[in-house]
C-alpha cells in the first residue's frame, strides 16, 4: 500500500525563487499565482526517457503525457530531497538526482486554471522498472529521443503544457541531456 502525500498547499515564491509565502494549491492554480514546483526526467541505459500518462482523476492535466515525475515541493522542504521522495511515491523508483535547470512559465490549461511555476528540472537515470501509483499515474513508457520530437511534433496537445517547455528547452542539447 503507498503512503499518501498531501499536496494541498504550494509554496508562492518571486521570479528569483524567494518563498514569499503559502496558498492552497487550487487557489493558487485559479488565480495564476507564481509557486515553486519541480520537474523530472528519469533515462535508461538505451537512452529512452521515461514518460508518464496523467492519471484521469489529476484536476488538470489528466490522461496526458508528461516527464517522469512532477509535484510541488511544500514549505520548508529541500527541492531535490521532495524531488526524490515523490519519485518512489509516483513511480515507484528510487535514483540519485542532478539539477538540470530552472525557469518560469505560465501556461492557461483546462478547467479555468492557470499553471504558473517557477520549476526545478531534475535528471536521474535508471533501468528499473517502475512500479507507478495507480491513484497518480495511468500508465508509462520509455521512449526514444526520435520517437519523442515525432509524437509532440504530431500530436502536441497530448503532452502537458511544463513537459512540452522543458523539451524545448533541452531540443538543441537534448542528445548531450540523454547520454549525460
Known amino acids: 500500500m503507498c503512503k499518501v502525500m498531501k499536496r494541498d498547499n504550494v509554496v508562492l515564491v518571486n521570479r528569483q525563487d524567494h518563498a514569499i509565502g ?15 514546483a519541480f520537474s523530472i526526467l528519469i533515462f535508461n541505459s538505451k537512452g529512452e526517457m ?11 492535466g489528466a490522461g496526458l503525457w508528461t516527464n517522469t515525475c512532477c509535484s510541488h515541493p511544500q514549505l520548508g522542504e529541500n527541492v531535490k530531497q ?27 490549461v483546462e478547467n479555468n486554471l492557470i499553471e504558473h511555476e517557477f520549476d526545478h ?4 537515470y535508471s533501468d528499473l522498472q517502475p512500479k507507478p501509483n495507480i491513484m497518480e499515474v495511468e500508465d508509462f513508457k520509455w521512449i526514444s529521443r526520435k520517437d519523442l520530437r515525432t509524437e ?15 523539451v524545448a528547452k533541452i531540443w538543441d542539447n537534448i542528445s548531450a541531456v540523454y547520454s549525460l
Not at 503559502?22 to 515553486?36: P, S, T
Not at 521515461?50 to 488538470?60: E, F, M, S, T, V
Not at 535547470?101 to 492557461?108: E, H, I
Not at 528540472?121 to 536521474?124: A, Q, T
Open 152 to 166: 509532440i511534433e504530431k500530436h502536441p496537445e497530448q503532452f502537458t503544457c511544463w513537459f512540452r517547455e522543458i
Open 82 to 108: 521532495s524531488a526524490r521522495e515523490r519519485l518512489m511515491f509516483e513511480m515507484g523508483l528510487s535514483c540519485e538526482l542532478d539539477f538540470l535547470f530552472s525557469f518560469v512559465y505560465r501556461s492557461k
Open 50 to 60: 521515461l514518460l508518464q500518462k496523467r492519471g484521469k482523476q489529476k484536476y488538470h
Open 121 to 124: 528540472v531534475f535528471i536521474g
Open 22 to 36: 503559502e496558498m492552497d494549491k487550487m487557489e493558487a492554480h485559479l488565480k495564476g499565482a507564481l509557486h515553486r
